[in-house]
């Protein structure tokens, strides 16, 4: 059997992958009558998003190999998972800047052919709501 490379426009392959935790939260700075100052948890989805383009794809043909990601995988259950996020982070833990956070870890704990192919870090609390940290990634 043989097979043909299609000719296609120019493009970019992107990747993602799913990681989930659960883990308890509050965020108290929204004052007392707010829901969600006091204690509660959710089932946190994180969407790692990777990018490269074409002549930069890894034999045999990946943005990345996804076993490769395993480490953010550890650092989520190690760190996160069933923890009360308050308690294990220096922030108020809300969607939005533990998207960030978990953007920041990977691009300090991954070699940079990884890290540099990192352009979104996306964080759901439910099955209705998400938080997204992208990347300025700016070419000289």
């Given at each position: 059997?043989?097979?043909?490379?299609?000719?296609?426009?120019?493009?970019?392959?992107?990747?993602?992958?799913?990681?989930?935790?659960?883990?308890?939260?509050?965020?108290?700075?929204?004052?007392?009558?707010?829901?969600?100052?006091?204690?509660?948890?959710?089932?946190?989805?994180?969407?790692?998003?990777?990018?490269?383009?074409?002549?930069?794809?890894?034999?045999?043909?990946?943005?990345?190999?996804?076993?490769?990601?395993?480490?953010?995988?550890?650092?989520?259950?190690?760190?996160?998972d069933?923890?009360?996020?308050?308690?294990v982070?220096?922030?108020?833990?809300?969607?939005?800047?533990?998207a960030?956070?978990?953007?920041?870890?990977?691009?300090?704990?991954?070699?940079?052919a990884?890290?540099?192919?990192?352009?979104?870090?996306?964080?759901?609390?439910?099955?209705?709501?998400?938080?997204?940290?992208?990347?300025?990634?700016?070419?000289?």
């Amino acid at each position: 059997m043989t097979t043909t490379t299609e000719q296609a426009p120019d493009g970019t392959f992107t990747i993602s992958k799913r990681f989930t935790f659960d883990a308890a939260h509050q965020l108290t700075s929204l004052g007392p009558d707010h829901m969600c100052a006091r204690l509660h948890g959710h089932g946190y989805r994180v969407e790692a998003v990777l990018s490269c383009a074409e002549d930069e794809l890894v034999p045999p043909g990946f943005v990345v190999d996804f076993k490769d990601l395993e480490p953010l995988a550890r650092y989520i259950k190690d760190t996160l998972d069933h923890r009360n996020l308050n308690e294990v982070l220096g922030f108020e833990p809300t969607s939005e800047l533990l998207a960030r956070h978990l953007a920041h870890w990977f691009l300090t704990h991954f070699t940079p052919a990884v890290a540099d192919r990192l352009i979104q870090i996306r964080v759901s609390e439910t099955e209705k709501t998400w938080a997204t940290y992208t990347l300025n990634r700016r070419t000289a």
